[in-house]
């Protein structure tokens, strides 16, 4: 079935290094992938998205790469700061065209002072 | 939170009782939906809504029913709560299918 998983549970690195966390998805026809970040106690804030015509997107500090050849996915955050410290996870919009985003279950990213 | 709230924040209730959560948006979206936030499952979507009165059910429905009498508001009922349905419940709004949810701050739900 279609599934979305995470190859890390917990990161953890050094403020001011980047973090680069990773998200494998199983459905060559998903075309679209958003990653989202939780702090504790809120609810998902949106990141950033990409679509399956491009291999990169950037935003503010954060970069998005798609690998369709292997379906992988992963988030990179430049000059990470305690407050990156969150959950971190990705969704596809999977193979239905009803737009049900299939979510993955996230990675703790642990940001040491 | 992409100008969602949701309520109430916090719920304890009784095994057997109904129990709705409120959920309103001033952003005019379209597309409104319900999930449920659990350890080990991530976000899965229970109902969601396409317009007023249009809505349809996700992958958990069962025991949740929802409705939609206005653009802003989207309500879920459990009809009879149960110890399963105790979860962190968010809703999320979109302009249309193929956009990003917004997700808003949570309702934290817990069934005795």
Request: glycine residues 8%.
């Amino acid at each position: 079935g279609e599934s979305v998983g995470l190859h890390l549970p917990t990161l953890s690195v050094q403020e001011g290094d980047n973090s680069i966390i990773n998200c494998a998805y199983s459905n060559s026809a998903s075309d679209y992938f958003i990653w989202y970040k939780q702090e504790s106690g809120k609810g998902p804030q949106f990141i950033i998205d990409i679509r399956s015509n491009m291999d990169k997107r950037q935003g503010q500090r954060v970069t998005v790469l798609l690998n369709k050849t292997v379906k992988h996915l992963s988030l990179q955050i430049a000059a990470t700061q305690p407050g990156d410290s969150a959950v971190y996870f990705c969704a596809e919009s999977g193979s239905s065209n009803t737009g049900k985003l299939i979510f993955g279950q996230g990675t703790t990213l642990q940001v040491k002072p | 939170d992409a100008g969602i709230t949701q309520s109430p924040r916090h719920k304890v209730t009784e095994t057997g009782t109904p129990v709705t959560l409120r959920c309103h948006q001033t952003e005019n979206h379209r597309y409104m939906y319900w999930y449920r936030q659990d350890p080990g499952h991530g976000l899965r979507l229970i109902h969601y809504s396409y317009g007023v009165k249009d809505t349809d059910k996700g992958e958990v429905s069962d025991g949740y029913s929802v409705s939609r009498s206005k653009t802003e508001d989207f309500l879920l009922t459990l009809e009879s709560a149960t110890s399963s349905q105790t979860s962190v419940y968010f809703c999320a709004i979109s302009e249309s299918q193929v956009e990003s949810r917004y997700f808003g701050p949570g309702t934290r739900l817990t069934v005795t």
